[in-house]
Each structure stands twice: as C-alpha cells, then as structure tokens.
C-alpha cells in the first residue's frame, strides 16, 4: 500500500539555524499538509499546499515558516530561524482530493538545543 | 469553528473486553469525522470516517464509530480487545472541502493481558 514517507526521522538543529523537513507524499494525490504535535499537546494545523501554492495556514505559520514542492515528488517545509518553541513532532499528510482522508507519514521529530 | 473533546486522556481494558473511546464534537455545519490511530513512533493511520452517510461506521481492524447528532458525538468501540490495540486515539473533524482537520487530544488506550 502506498504510503507518506518523511526524512529525516529525527533532526537535532541549534537554536537559530535553519532546518528543512523533507516529505514524499503519495503519487497521485494532489494536496499536501503539514501539522505539527508539540509533545503532551494536540496535534496542530500549520499549511495546506495544492496546486503548488498555499490554499490554507494557521497562525502559527508565521513567516519563518516556508513550504515547497521543489520538483514532481518531495514537499519540504523549511523553518528558517529555529527556536525552542519549534521542537515538536511534525507529520506531513497528503490526500488525493480535499475531500478525501489524509494520509500521514510516520513523522520528523525536530529537538531544538 | 469546529472542535472535538476526547472525554478520556486514558482507557485501560483487559484483552477480550470491549472498548469504548469517547468522543464530542462541535461544528457550525455538517463535518466530516474521523478517528486515527497513532502506534509508538508511527505515524497517524486512519481507522474509519463518517462524511454524511450511514451514521455507523466500520473500519479497519474490527472497530467501528456511531454518529450521533443529537448528542453531538462520535464515540470509538470494539467488541473486543486484542493487545495490538495498545495505542493513542485521536477523534478528528474537519468540515467538508479543503479545510485542515482539528484534532482532539488523543485518548491513551492500554490493553492488559
């Protein structure tokens, strides 16, 4: 069955440097998100991605917080100036229509030192 | 705006026994519903969705969810337990269409053998 594949599983970046999360969603579908789950906390809303343009954000999609489908299969989101707030567990998810369930990948989990 | 309340953080049964996760939700309008299922460091798999059709619903692995509009609930069972259950539960809501899905907190559930 094909699946939501995310790299790296973990990444350990300094306070103030920037961190790219990397995400294949499945190949035919055509809406992209990212959420994150700070730890003991809810899973969150950050973007939605379709059309290779942003179709939905939250607040805290702030402008240090970018996202990108640099080619025909990966779908990055980059956070450009790290900070201790922003350690979480990030799981990119991808639907084939709006409509449809999202499929989530096993997750990045982001320690900021 | 839509959100969920997942009225147990912890549910302990022993195997063989049935389970019940609860779940509320609130919506202006008709919503989607979903319960996910998330096994240590894996990401979130879909168990089964309500979008407006037969109010109960089936989904994988012998569990099933009834949607309640009068008492604005969507609560998770199984007739009977089985150790790979262990794992947390999220119920989740979304309206129909491209908007992200909110997230309850997630309900624990331990399995004892």
């Not at chain 1, 995400?23 to 003991?40: A, D, E, K, M, T």
């Not at chain 2, 989904?59 to 947390?88: C, Q, R, V, W, Y």
Request: proline share 4%; with cysteine.
């Amino acid at each position: 069955e094909p699946e939501v594949t995310q790299t790296p599983s973990h990444q350990v970046t300094q306070m103030g440097q920037e961190v790219i999360l990397r995400c294949v969603p499945i190949s035919n579908h055509l809406y992209f998100y990212w959420y994150r789950q700070i730890l003991g906390q809810k899973v969150e809303f950050l973007v939605s991605f379709y059309n290779n343009e942003i179709s939905e954000k939250s607040e805290i999609f702030d402008d240090q917080f970018s996202v990108e489908r640099p080619d025909g299969s990966n779908f990055t989101l980059k956070i450009r100036s790290t900070k201790l707030e922003d350690s979480a567990m990030y799981f990119c998810a991808s639907s084939v229509v709006a409509t449809q369930p999202q499929h989530f990948g096993d997750g990045t989990r982001l320690s900021i030192l | 705006a839509q959100s969920v309340t997942q009225l147990d953080s912890h549910v302990s049964v022993s195997e063989g026994t049935p389970v019940l996760l609860r779940c509320n939700y609130s919506s202006s309008y008709s919503p989607s519903l979903f319960w996910y299922v998330q096994h240590p460091n894996k990401g979130l798999q879909l168990l089964l969705k309500y979008t407006s059709a037969a109010t109960l619903v089936k989904g994988i692995n012998g569990f099933e969810a009834e949607f309640k509009k009068s008492e604005t609930s969507f609560h998770l069972t199984k007739p009977s337990a089985h150790m790979s259950d262990a794992a947390e539960y999220f119920c989740v809501v979304t309206l129909s269409g491209n908007t992200p899905l909110v997230f309850g907190k997630g309900t624990r559930l331990s399995v004892i053998a």
